[in-house]
């Protein structure tokens, strides 16, 4: 709990998944959802701080949330790369171009 970004986190360092209990503001426990949030992506702020992008399994509301100095690499590398490594049209389309 000492690593940057520990001290208000909403996420599980290892997986990284959230639970949907913040409505408007981090930190007001409001909403009434309560469903677990998938990380579906990263952001990257102008300052090169790297942000969770978290999608509700029950409303679907999307969040997004600084990470932690602590969280697991791999799984945020596993998430940036997903667009790549499963792109939204076939491999063979680039051919073409």
Known sequence: ????????????????WSRHVDDDVPGDRAAVCEAAMEPISVSVHDDGEWALVH??????????NRIAGDDNPLMLMR???????????????LARV
């Open 1 to 16: 709990m000492t690593a940057p970004g520990t001290r208000h986190r909403n996420h599980c360092p290892s997986c990284l």
């Open 55 to 64: 999608r509700c399994g029950g409303c679907g509301a999307v969040r997004v």
């Open 79 to 93: 998430i940036a790369v997903r667009p790549i490594a499963q792109p939204p049209f076939p491999l063979e389309w």
